[in-house]
């Protein structure tokens, strides 16, 4: 079945530590995208990558890193310049003919 | 600068009766609309979309939305709730290709007996 994952589903780290959220798609699409979403905040766009080797800060990229080495991978690190990482992550991809996005299940980090 | 308001943060309503949840945009040209569902600790899952054409569409699990450009709305309606339905939902504004899509703060809905 094509689909977005994402692992781990839960994620503990210690303060002052890096961590990289996985995000796989083998759905062909071009665009991938990250989210962060708090509480009453909806989703806020961290990165986004139109293509391979290429990617656009969103809304709230300070304290994140991206890279996009292959078309179905777009890992995501939480650095520790970010100021308050616990939150639900979600990873989503795109293709231009329909438009929409599909979304993976989500990584819930908690920062400790 | 593309934006959505959802004004409703919080929705109850009871089982067969029906739905109507407000979603307003704000963008210059014809946006593409959706509304996306999300179930506790999910992803989202896409029930509806309108790029042009007819402006009352159609999606999946029974939902509807139109497009009125007039009142820039896009409200999601269904006639008869189920408590499955219980979830939050999401209106969203892009302005097509990969460019950004830009969220509403969403609207949980609860369905009581």
């Known amino acids: 079945d094509g689909g977005i994952t994402q692992s781990p589903k839960y994620l503990f780290r210690k303060e002052g530590q890096n961590v990289t959220l996985s995000c796989e798609q083998n759905l062909n699409h071009d665009a991938m995208y990250w989210y962060r979403q708090d509480p009453g905040q909806g989703l806020r766009l961290i990165y986004y990558?139109?293509?391979?080797?290429?990617?656009q800060k969103g809304d709230i990229a300070e304290g994140y890193s991206v890279s996009r080495e292959k078309k179905e991978s777009f890992p995501l690190t939480v650095t520790s310049a970010q100021k308050n990482p616990t939150a639900f992550y979600l990873c989503a991809s795109k293709s231009v003919p329909g438009n929409e996005q599909f979304f993976g299940p989500g990584t819930r980090l908690t920062v400790l | 600068a593309q934006s959505v308001t959802q004004p409703d943060i919080h929705i109850t309503v009871s089982e067969g009766a029906s739905l109507e949840l407000r979603c307003n945009y704000s963008?210059?040209?014809?946006?593409?609309l959706f509304w996306y569902v999300q179930s506790p600790g999910q992803g989202l899952q896409l029930l509806l979309k309108y790029f042009s054409g007819d402006t009352l569409v159609q999606g999946i699990k029974g939902f509807e939305a139109e497009f009125k450009r007039s009142q820039s709305s896009f409200n999601l309606r269904k006639p008869s709730v189920h408590w499955s339905d219980a979830a939050e939902y999401f209106c969203?504004?892009?302005?097509?290709?990969?460019?950004?899509?830009?969220f509403g703060t969403g609207t949980k809905l609860q369905v009581i007996p």
């Open positions: 969203a504004v892009s302005s097509g290709g990969y460019q950004k899509v830009t």
């Open positions: 990558s139109q293509i391979v080797n290429d990617f």
């Open positions: 963008y210059g040209a014809t946006p593409y």
